[in-house]
C-alpha cells in the first residue's frame, strides 16, 4: 500500500489531498480566514449560564457565542479555575504543576449555576468547529496533542490508545510513560506510539509542557477573549495525525510550505525527510496526479463505482441517506443473491472512501440492496467495519436491519467538505449539468458493456468537441480504450448534435440502446 500527500497551495487557500495506491481517500482545506481550529485554546469570558440547558454560552470572539454544557466542563473545573486566577493576578510564576494543589472534583451530576457565574474568566478549547448556524462547541477539559502523546494538565490518569491490541505493548507503554510523567499532568498515549523507544516519548512529552508553559504565560495581561494556544498549520497537523512508514511521497507546490514540513518530518521521522518533493511542473499539480478528475468524480449526489454500480447521496438537516443501486448490469451465471452480495460489498468499500473524503458526519443511513442470506449480511457488516477501520473519526456501524439499512453515526467536528461539481449548461439552457468528466466516465461504462456483449465495430457519434477530446493526443482517450478492449472505437464528429449528446452505432449503423 503507497500512501500519497499531494498539497496545492494559492495565496489565501492549501488543499491537501491524500491518495492511497493513487485513489484519493482524504481532502482537506486550509484557509486563512479560519481563525477557530479544533483544538485551538481561548481564554474568555462567560456571557450567560443557562440552566433549562445545563449549559453556558461563552464569548470565543466568533459571531455566534460558542456552547459549553456541564458535561464538557471536565472534573477539573475547580482546580483550572484556581490555576487561572492565580496565574492572571500574577501570584504562580511556575508553570509545572508539580506543587500546585488541586481542588475537590465538580458533581458529574451537577448543575452549570454551582460552578460557572456570568463574566467568569476560564479556559476552553475547541471541540467541535462552527458549522451552519452554530456557534463552536468547546469544552474546558483542556488537551495538547502531540505526535505520540497527548497532554492532558490537572490529571494524573495514563490511557492507552484502544487500537493498540497487544497486552504487552500496552504494559511496556505504560511503564515507561509512568518513568517520565510530570506531576500533575496525565498522558493520553496514541496508537502511533506502538514500538516507539522512551527517547522518543519523552521529547514529545517535554515539547508538550513547554506549550503548556507558553500558553500560560500568555493569560496574564490577556485581552478576553483572545487565542492563547494554536493548533499547529494544518500541514504540520496532517502529518502528525496520519503520517506513518507507509507514506511514500509528500509532493508539495509552494517552495516555503516545502521547507516547513521538511523541518516537521526532520522532527518526527527523520528517516522520510527524503520522500519530501517540490513540484515544479508547467501543469497544475492536481491535474498532473489525476487529483482534479477524481474530485469531479467521487463528489456530487450520484457517485459511479464499478461494474456500473452507484451511489446516490442525499443530505438532509438531520442526516445523510445513501441509497445503493446495481445500475444496469447483466451477471451471467450468478443468482440475484450474488449480485447485490458483490454490489453491496463494492457499495461498503466506496461507502468508507466518501465518509472520510467528505467528512460526513452526525447520522448516515446507508440503504444496501436487499439480501436473503443472514451470512451475507454478516458478511457485509463486517466488510464495512474492516473498511473503516482507519477512518479517524469516533463512528459506530450498526448491523443490518430487516430491512437492508446499515445506520452509521460518525463524529462531526468541522463543516463537512461540499465541492460544486455541477456546471453551467453550455447548451444556452438555464440550468445545471453533471461536470464533463462525468459524462466521458458514464460514456466509458456503456462502452465497456457494449464491447463485452460481442460488438466488434462500434462507432461513437458526438459532437465535434467532445470528439476532438477523445481522439487528440498522445495517448489520446481512444488509444486507451483500445489497450484496454483490443478493439478500435470510430469516433464520428456531429455537427447537429449537442455538446452532451452521443450514441453508439454497430456495423449496420443501428444505435446500440443499453
Do not use: C
Amino acid at each position: 500500500m503507497n500512501k500519497e500527500l499531494i498539497i496545492r497551495s494559492s495565496s489565501s487557500v492549501v488543499d491537501f489531498a491524500l491518495l492511497k495506491d493513487g485513489r484519493l481517500i482524504e481532502l482537506h482545506k486550509e484557509e486563512d480566514g479560519n481563525k477557530f481550529n479544533v483544538g485551538d485554546i481561548y481564554i474568555a469570558n462567560i456571557r450567560k449560564t443557562v440552566s433549562g440547558l445545563n449549559a453556558a454560552f461563552v464569548n470565543v470572539g466568533y459571531e455566534k457565542d460558542a456552547f459549553l454544557h456541564y458535561h464538557d466542563l471536565g472534573p477539573k473545573l475547580p482546580t483550572l479555575l484556581s490555576y487561572i486566577k492565580r496565574v492572571s493576578t500574577g501570584k504562580l510564576k511556575d508553570y509545572s504543576l508539580k506543587n500546585f494543589p488541586f481542588e475537590k472534583d465538580i458533581d458529574k451530576n451537577g448543575k452549570i449555576t454551582d460552578v460557572l457565574k456570568q463574566k467568569q474568566s476560564v479556559l476552553v478549547q475547541i471541540a467541535k468547529e462552527p458549522i451552519s448556524t452554530k456557534g463552536p462547541r468547546i469544552s474546558s477539559e483542556l488537551s495538547i496533542a502531540g505526535r505520540y502523546i497527548v497532554l492532558v494538565p490537572f490529571s494524573d490518569r495514563i490511557s492507552i490508545s484502544q487500537k493498540i491490541e497487544s497486552k504487552e505493548e500496552k504494559a511496556r507503554l505504560k511503564r515507561l510513560v509512568q518513568s517520565i510523567r510530570p506531576k500533575g499532568f496525565g498522558v493520553i498515549v496514541r496508537t502511533v506510539a506502538k514500538g516507539v523507544k522512551v527517547a522518543e516519548l519523552d521529547k514529545d512529552l517535554q515539547n508538550l509542557v513547554d506549550k503548556w508553559a507558553t500558553m500560560s504565560k500568555k493569560i496574564q495581561g490577556a485581552h478576553h477573549p483572545s487565542k492563547v494556544l494554536g493548533e499547529m498549520n494544518r500541514a504540520s497537523s496532517i502529518l502528525r495525525d496520519i503520517f506513518n512508514d507507509s507514506f511514500t511521497g509528500i509532493t508539495v507546490d509552494d517552495e516555503t510550505l516545502y521547507y516547513q514540513i521538511k523541518e516537521y518530518l526532520s522532527e518526527i521521522a527523520p528517516k522520510k525527510e527524503s520522500i519530501v518533493k517540490l513540484y515544479k511542473n508547467n501543469t497544475p499539480i492536481f491535474e498532473k496526479f489525476g487529483i482534479e478528475r477524481q474530485i469531479k468524480t467521487s463528489f456530487g449526489k450520484t457517485v459511479s463505482m464499478s461494474k456500473g454500480a452507484y451511489l446516490v447521496i442525499e443530505h438532509t438537516e438531520a442526516l445523510h441517506v445513501v441509497d445503493v443501486n446495481s445500475g444496469n448490469r447483466s451477471n451471467k451465471a450468478k443468482s440475484q443473491e450474488d449480485t447485490a452480495l458483490e454490489v453491496n460489498m463494492i457499495a461498503a468499500s466506496e461507502m468508507a472512501r466518501q465518509l472520510s473524503l467528505r467528512d460526513m458526519g452526525g447520522i448516515i443511513v446507508v440503504d444496501f440492496i436487499d439480501m436473503n442470506n443472514a451470512d451475507n449480511r454478516r458478511k457485509l457488516f463486517n466488510h464495512l467495519k474492516d473498511e473503516m477501520k482507519e477512518d479517524r473519526a469516533k463512528h459506530k456501524i450498526l448491523p443490518p436491519s430487516k430491512f437492508g439499512l446499515i445506520q452509521i453515526t460518525r463524529q462531526r467536528v468541522r463543516p463537512e467538505m461540499n465541492i460544486k461539481t455541477r456546471e453551467e449548461d453550455p447548451n444556452g439552457s438555464k440550468g445545471e449539468i453533471e461536470a464533463p468528466i462525468v459524462m466521458v466516465q458514464k460514456m466509458e461504462g456503456k462502452l465497456d458493456k457494449i464491447l463485452k456483449n460481442g460488438n466488434n465495430k462500434v462507432t461513437l457519434h458526438a459532437h465535434p468537441f467532445v470528439a476532438a477530446f477523445l481522439t487528440k493526443g498522445f495517448p489520446s482517450i481512444r488509444s486507451k480504450w483500445f489497450l484496454e478492449h483490443k478493439k478500435w472505437v470510430k469516433v464520428m464528429p456531429r455537427d447537429a448534435y449537442t455538446y452532451l449528446e452521443y450514441r453508439f452505432t454497430d456495423k449496420n449503423g443501428k444505435e446500440i440502446k443499453i
